[in-house]
């Protein structure tokens, strides 16, 4: 695994590795001239997977702004599946509720899988009481988490205008991929010739030459009528004071972009929802990488795996190949290990919230 900052001497490091007699190959490339060549350089180099960490983070972002009800939002089956992250307030309809309850009277299309309580994490069962403050994780389609949110109160539109902090690659991904979906945007970026390149790679996108630390620049642009105020900066620091003013401003949608692991549970504590950071991104796309290719098991292929909570859960996703000793019984009469909770199936195409009675079937997606 090749992760230098640079690009050339990642994509050289690989080459030789292969050269040398490594099965696998895995490259950090960053640069998006490189990244858009990466189809045709990829077989050259023989690299089995390339990473780049900007490009994920603003996948990342651009879920969040699509769907700004969830913190976080990670994908599994193609994208026919999401897991979502939310957290619990005082005026929720589903504060004080069970998940017992909560499904009889809201919805038994989504599967509340995970609950952070603090320091704690829970899989939860059905007596399990939800309170305020929980951070908690759904899965479910694009559809059934949707409704649960307009169900719930907790439903926001996707946004339309859009500020950016800092012309980083980050926000060059991310503000091409907005705009191509009809979302205003605008950059503000403090060092002049990376605006003059700004304006000539993306020119559908108006870019501002100032410092987006300046309140009396930040409300010239319209900070009390954006709907979404984005952060991304080289400095944690600022931008993690940039999100507190937005907050203040009354945005109702905040990302942040924080690399230094150790701010990132104060941060939450400043009641900031979104936090994405390219390294974290960077781990655990090729953790779970890593994890497919040492999979133990014959009869299955894992797909995807996300580390929620700083690493403290996992959520995985495999497709059963052939039949096994747990293929063709009912969920409630398999013998599952403590904390392991069987979220959501995917059969031909239809998405499947299984309850007890369930059957694991070969080609279930799970």
Do not use: W
């Amino acid at each position: 695994i090749a992760c230098t900052s640079s690009d050339s001497m990642n994509m050289m490091c690989c080459l030789l590795a292969k050269k040398l007699g490594a099965e696998r190959t895995i490259a950090r490339v960053r640069n998006p001239v490189y990244y858009k060549q990466m189809y045709l350089i990829k077989d050259d180099l023989r690299l089995s997977m390339a990473v780049n960490p900007e490009l994920e983070v603003a996948e990342e972002i651009s879920r969040v702004l699509i769907f700004p009800s969830a913190s976080k939002i990670e994908t599994f089956a193609k994208g026919k599946v999401e897991l979502v992250e939310f957290k619990v307030d005082q005026e929720s309809p589903i504060n004080g509720l069970s998940l017992e309850e909560l499904s009889k009277k809201y919805s038994h299309s989504v599967l509340i899988c995970a609950v952070q309580r603090n320091q704690e994490v829970i899989i939860p069962g059905g007596n399990f009481n939800l309170r305020a403050g929980d951070r908690i994780y759904i899965a479910s389609s694009h559809k059934g988490v949707e409704k649960f949110f307009k169900v719930t109160g907790k439903f926001k539109n996707r946004v339309s205008t859009v500020i950016i902090c800092g012309g980083s690659r980050v926000s060059y991904y991310l503000s091409k991929k907005l705009s191509s979906m009809g979302i205003q945007v605008k950059i503000i970026e403090r060092d002049y010739d990376r605006c003059m390149e700004l304006c000539e790679l993306i020119p559908q996108v108006t870019i501002i030459h100032g410092d987006a630390t300046d309140n009396e620049l930040l409300e010239e642009e319209g900070i009390d009528r954006v709907d979404a105020f984005v952060a991304l900066t080289g400095i944690d620091e600022e931008n993690i004071i940039m999100s507190m003013y937005a907050k203040t401003r009354n945005v109702s949608k905040v990302v942040t972009k924080v690399n230094r692991e150790a701010l990132t549970s104060i941060v939450d504590d400043l009641g900031i929802e979104t936090l994405v950071s390219p390294k974290t991104v960077t781990a655990d796309t090729i953790l779970g990488y890593v994890r497919a290719m040492q999979n133990s098991l014959a009869s299955a292929n894992i797909e995807t795996v996300y580390r929620l909570i700083n690493g403290k859960i996992e959520a995985v996703e495999f497709i059963i190949r052939e039949n096994t000793s747990y293929t063709d019984i009912p969920i409630k009469d398999m013998k599952l290990k403590d904390n392991l909770l069987i979220a959501c199936i995917v059969r031909k195409r239809k998405i499947i919230i299984p309850d007890g009675e369930e059957l694991l079937k070969v080609g279930d997606s799970v």
